[in-house]
């Protein structure tokens, strides 16, 4: 049996840097249109639901937290479709995980709801992105759509286990 040795942590580990972890979601109606958002604080463009993880939460609990607060609808988050690197000259500097919510029933897509922070929660066609979203906003989503779409993405694990 081998013995496994402990290792000091670098120094960066007690002093780690700033970085904002975004936990959105992307989900689809049973016509393919995806759920944005429309936020208080920036209303000019749609966005996936969800926000930032808070210190010590699962990022998979801070994207399904943030997408209930916002549309009102409980999915069930372990499928990561994409993850996307934001600079700090664009945004507080972070990275944005995007979770594959599913493709919904006409029931469930019909009881979305704008909830907290959103002035509305709307479906919409992915040829219509460019018209309601900014670039990265739409490269992203596109992004995360075809791996979706191929059934692929990547396992999300807390602490080596894998969730779902």
Not at 45 to 63: R, T
Request: net charge negative; glycine share 10%; charged share 20%.
């Amino acid at each position: 049996m081998t013995e496994t040795v402990p290792m000091d942590p670098p120094p960066e580990v007690f002093d780690p840097p700033a970085l904002r972890l975004g936990c959105v979601a992307l989900t689809l109606n049973p016509d393919g249109a995806i759920l944005m958002v429309r936020p208080k604080n920036r209303p000019a463009h749609l966005i996936l639901p969800g926000g930032s993880a808070e210190a010590d939460e699962a990022p998979n609990e801070a994207a399904a937290r943030w997408v209930y607060t916002k549309t009102g609808l409980a999915l069930d988050l372990w499928q990561l479709v994409s993850v996307d690197y934001v600079s700090v000259a664009e945004l507080a500097e972070g990275i944005n995980l995007v979770f594959w919510g599913g493709r919904l029933s006409a029931r469930r897509a019909g009881k979305v709801v704008p909830g907290e922070g959103v002035i509305e929660a709307v479906w919409v066609p992915p040829g219509d992105l460019t018209k309601v979203t900014y670039p990265q906003q739409v490269a992203r989503v596109i992004e995360a759509l075809r791996t979706a779409e191929r059934g692929g993405g990547l396992p999300l694990l807390l602490r080596g286990r894998p969730v779902g």
